[in-house]
Nanobody, 122 residues
Framework: QVQLRESGGGLVQPGGSLRLSCAASGSIFSIRDMAWYRQAPGKQRELVAGLSDGGSPYYGDSVKGRFTISRDNARNTMYLQMINLKPEDTAAYYC????????????????WGQGTQVTVSS
């Protein structure tokens, strides 16, 4: 099976930093698009950052200048480097990917991770 798994969340003080990872596992032939979303209690889910294969990254307005998205294709892993974290960054962060399984090399499907919690508090 194809699976995305986030890691790296936790509790951090305001102004601190965290790096989230999203590892893709299973029978994967190709990864086209990857993105990070987040959702805080009582708020709508929002796009944090996205990166298409060969394209330039996109960031939500609230995280521009503080977050950086990147991919390591050799490891089938995506990262979200977060600096100068603020209490309003507190949310569950989800990995999203558009992948082609090995047995369906021309069929791209959307996958979601289970989420990792980021809490910014003093």
């Amino acid at each position: 099976q194809v699976q995305l798994r986030e890691s790296g969340g936790g509790l951090v003080q305001p102004g601190g930093s965290l790096r989230l990872s999203c590892a893709a596992s299973g029978s994967i032939f190709s990864i086209r698009d990857m993105a990070w979303y987040r959702q805080a209690p009582g708020k709508q889910r929002e796009l944090v950052a996205g990166l298409s294969d060969g394209g330039s990254p996109y960031y939500g307005d609230s995280v521009k200048g503080r977050f950086t998205i990147s991919r390591d294709n050799a490891r089938n892993t995506m990262y979200l480097q977060m600096i100068n974290l603020k209490p309003e960054d507190t949310a569950a962060y989800y990995c999203n990917g558009v992948l082609a399984p090995t047995h369906h090399k021309t069929v791209f499907q959307t996958y979601w991770g289970q989420g990792t919690q980021v809490t910014v508090s003093s």
